[in-house]
Each structure stands twice: as C-alpha cells, then as structure tokens.
C-alpha cells in the first residue's frame, strides 16, 4: 500500500511539474510569436493553480520521505542502510524485499531504455510540435519516469505475491 | 533444488508464519515463500532459522535428492 502510494504521489509529481512548465512555455512562446511579428496579439489566462498543485504534491512527497527515514532509523532490527531509504519506492523492510526491489528495478530500466528509444523517435513524426503541440515534449519527457515508475510497481507487486 | 523444513519445524515448535516472522526479522510474506519453496534464504538468514529451531542449517536445508 505504502509503495502504491508512494508511486502514485511520485507520477503526480511529474505530471504535475510537465502541466506546470506547459502552463509557462505556451505563455512565453505565445510573446516570443508576438515579439518576432507571427502574430498580431493574442489573449490568455494566466492561474497559478498549477504551481500551487505541484507545491502541494511536492510538500506531501517531501514529509512521506522525511517520515520513512524518521521510521527507519527507529527500526533498527531490520538492520537497514540509510542510502536503501532515498528513494521511498524502495521496499527494504527484509532481505526478500530488497531482492524484489533489485529485480523490480531492473525490469523498469530495461522498459525505460525501450521507451525512452521511441519518444525520442517519435519527434521525426511530429516536425512541428513546437508550434502545434507545444505540450508534447513535456507530457512525452514526464511520461518516461511515469510508466517507469509504473511497470516498476507491477513487477514489485507480482513477483511479491510468488 | 534447494528444499527446505520451515513449515514441518514452525508447526512442531507451535509457531505461526507471523510469530516466526517476527523472530526472525522477515515479513510474514517471506515466511510464505520460504515455506512454498519460491525463495531461498540468504546464509543469514537461514542462521537465524536454525537458531530457532536449535537445528543445524543442513537439516533445515538441503538439496533435492540429498540424504538429510
């Protein structure tokens, strides 16, 4: 449950930072087409919501860190490391665990690797994304660690329950 | 193939999976692997096991096939 969470809190982050910069790129792209006479003016809403949604998650994320390593160190029986506790994905509560962990990683890396391949490839299909879909590089960049953290929590999970 | 007595020695010596577990260090889940023979148990690990159960290692654990 913990892990779970800890990967949904995490996705958010990063869906939540990619809304934040497409919020702030789509405004200042819109004064550099003005600036540079593509356009003759434009009209946009400005909100900070999306700022104060990533400070939030970002807040939340920050104190479920602070508390794992807070319950860590009073644990000592688990004989577990502090560095095995930087990333709260990482389930060190026994050797198995951390075995499964290892494993779960390396699934996740390997899926990266691959789909990391066809977002980069996919920028050849869409030659004018910067000025039609200003959005995809952020959502496409913020999708990476998003389905990594993803495929990471499915391989945990199943090779948890064997 | 590593087989092993946990679950035969946890019920002579009255225990459950989550009391052994706490003894031990391990989650109960580790318990269940152990006893489904789906995990094999650091040198450490299976230390502490035998200390429980106040038997050698190789009685505990040993290869498919072996003599006990």
Same mark, same amino acid.
């Given at each position: 449950?913990?892990?779970?969470?800890?990967?949904?809190?995490?996705?958010?982050?990063?869906?939540?930072?990619?809304?934040?910069?497409?919020?702030?790129?789509?405004?200042?792209?819109?004064?550099?087409?003005?600036?540079?006479?593509?356009?003759?003016?434009?009209?946009?809403?400005?909100?900070?919501?999306?700022?104060?949604?990533?400070?939030?998650?970002?807040?939340?994320?920050?104190?479920?860190?602070?508390?794992?390593?807070?319950?860590?160190?009073?644990?000592?029986?688990?004989?577990?490391?502090?560095?095995?506790?930087?990333?709260?994905?990482?389930?060190?509560?026994?050797?198995?665990?951390?075995?499964?962990?290892?494993?779960?990683?390396?699934?996740?890396?390997?899926?990266?690797?691959?789909?990391?391949?066809?977002?980069?490839?996919?920028?050849?299909?869409?030659?004018?994304?910067?000025?039609?879909?200003?959005?995809?590089?952020?959502?496409?960049?913020?999708?990476?660690?998003?389905?990594?953290?993803?495929?990471?929590?499915?391989?945990?999970?199943?090779?948890?329950?064997? | 193939?590593? !087989?092993?007595?946990? *679950?035969?020695?946890?019920?002579?010596?009255? /225990?459950?999976?989550?009391?052994? @577990?706490?003894?031990? +260090?391990?989650?109960?889940?580790?318990? !269940?692997?152990?006893? *489904?023979?789906?995990?094999?148990?650091?040198? /450490?690990?299976?230390?502490?096991? @035998?200390?429980?159960? +106040?038997?050698?290692?190789?009685?505990?654990?040993?290869?498919?096939?072996?003599?006990?």
């Amino acid at each position: 449950m913990r892990l779970t969470f800890t990967v949904i809190l995490r996705s958010l982050l990063f869906v939540s930072l990619a809304v934040m910069v497409y919020d702030s790129v789509r405004v200042e792209q819109k004064f550099e087409l003005l600036g540079r006479g593509y356009i003759d003016g434009f009209s946009v809403n400005i909100s900070n919501q999306a700022g104060i949604i990533f400070l939030v998650i970002f807040i939340l994320f920050f104190i479920l860190n602070v508390i794992q390593i807070v319950v860590m160190k009073r644990n000592k029986s688990k004989q577990a490391k502090v560095e095995d506790y930087l990333l709260p994905e990482y389930d060190t509560s026994d050797e198995r665990a951390v075995d499964i962990t290892g494993r779960a990683v390396r699934f996740s890396f390997g899926f990266i690797l691959m789909y990391t391949f066809i977002i980069l490839g996919s920028y050849m299909f869409i030659p004018t994304y910067f000025l039609d879909y200003v959005w995809y590089p952020m959502f496409s960049t913020a999708s990476i660690p998003v389905f990594g953290l993803i495929v990471y929590l499915i391989s945990f999970k199943i090779l948890y329950a064997r | 193939m590593l !087989v092993n007595r946990v *679950k035969e020695l946890r019920a002579r010596f009255n /225990l459950t999976q989550g009391e052994l @577990a706490k003894r031990i +260090g391990v989650t109960r889940q580790t318990i !269940v692997s152990l006893e *489904k023979g789906s995990y094999i148990p650091s040198l /450490l690990l299976a230390m502490n096991i @035998a200390e429980v159960f +106040g038997e050698p290692i190789e009685s505990i654990f040993y290869k498919e096939g072996d003599d006990e």
